[in-house]
Structures are given as C-alpha cells and as structure tokens.
T-cell receptor
C-alpha cells in the first residue's frame, strides 16, 4: 500500500464550478500537508501549506485536513481555465525527516 | 529572488550512458532534495543534501548518486542508464530541510533514455 493515495482522474469541470480534490494517507505521523499545482512540463508550484488538522483559505483555494480520517482535501471555487493542471498532495512528519511523500496527482481540466 | 534553477531542461541519452544533472537552490537555502517523477509512480524521493552531506536517501539503486557543493548547488548523476530511468527529475530546495518547511521546486530536467 502506498503511503499517499490520490485519485488520478482525469477530472473535467465547466468554468465556474467548485472542484474538490482529495488524498488519503496511511501514516498517522504526518503533520504537514501541502498542495502543489503542476502545469505540463513544469515543476510543481506550492499552492497551500497546512499544519495538522483544520482548514486554511487563500483566495479561491481552501485546504482541509481531517487527521482522524487520514484525509485531506483541496477545494477550488469559481474554477478558471487557468486552473487546468495536475494537482499533487504532499505530506511529511517529524520522524520522516526531510522526505516528503507525494500523491500521484489528479489531472484537472476546466472547460470555458 | 530567483527560484530553483535546473539545467539542462531536456536530455536525450542512450542505454548504458551516464548523465549529470545540475541544480541551483534559492539563495540562502541550504537543503537540496531530488525527486524522480514518472506517470505511473508520481514523485519519488531520491536523496537530500545539506551542508555538502547526504542526510537521507530513498529506495533507488546505487547508480543514482549526488553531491552538494559549498555554495549549496547540487548535482545528481545516473550511471549505466536504463530505459526505465526516463523521467522528469526535479530538484527542490528549502532553508534547512526540516519537515515543516515549504519545499520549492525547479522546472525539472526531462531525461529520455533511448
């Protein structure tokens, strides 16, 4: 079983829709949770960073962490064609040192 | 502030050859990590360097190696290339390489092995 599981999609939504992206994980020691956006042939770009459980909002993006269920989500409101990319979740823990664990990514297309 | 810079952007090699990839971290960042990204496996951790020392290593064969210089720039080397080494190789930097720090990536080097 992989440490982090993420539905690869692809996900296709109309412009303006609310998008929900999710990851589950198995290591209960994970404390630091990140979402990255990756455009084709580019490196991942950090979108959201969350520590432990709870919600964090930044503009149209909201990250949620539910440690009891080992489940994290990223919500995108009022989705735009420019949001079309692959979204990667990542996480780390104190006892994993500097090694981050990534999901395989969800491919999102926002149709104008 | 300049971001993480990786060179070259693209490489084409043949089986059996070796390759060296370069990474310049964000100014002031002392930790450099390397990841391999493939469509099936996603991002997999190769190794991390801090102050010229390898602190952590992923589950890759010894053909994959790296080093870090005193200015924090890093190189990774893959010897005796195999077809399965075709991937996007990503370098990321952070200030001290702590798990609670934000990991910032370069654009990657796309390696194709023929």
């Amino acid at each position: 079983q992989k440490e982090v599981e993420q539905d690869p999609g692809p996900l296709s939504v109309p412009e303006g829709a609310i998008v929900s992206l999710n990851c589950t994980y198995s290591n209960s020691a994970f404390q630091y949770f990140m979402w990255y956006r990756q455009y084709s042939r580019k490196g991942p770009e950090l979108l959201m960073y969350t520590y432990s459980s709870g919600n964090k909002e930044d503009g149209r993006f909201t990250a949620q962490v539910d440690k009891s269920s080992k489940y994290i989500s990223l919500f995108i409101r009022d989705s735009q064609p420019s949001d079309s990319a692959t979204y990667l979740c990542a996480m780390s823990a104190r006892d994993t040192g500097n090694q981050f664990y990534f999901g395989t990514g969800t491919s999102l297309t926002v149709i104008p | 502030k300049a971001g993480v810079t990786q060179t070259p952007r693209y490489l084409i090699k043949t089986r059996g050859q070796q390759v060296t990839l370069s990474c310049s971290p964000i100014s002031g960042h002392r930790s450099v990590s390397w990841y391999q990204q493939t469509p099936g496996q996603g991002l997999q951790f190769l190794f991390e360097y801090f102050s010229e020392t390898q602190r952590n290593k992923g589950n890759f064969p010894g053909r994959f190696s790296g080093r870090q210089f005193s200015n924090s720039r890093s190189e990774m080397n893959v010897s005796t290339l195999e077809l399965g080494d075709s991937a996007l190789y990503l370098c990321a930097s952070s200030l001290l390489g702590l798990p609670n720090e934000k990991l910032l990536f370069g654009s990657g080097t796309q390696l194709s092995v023929l």
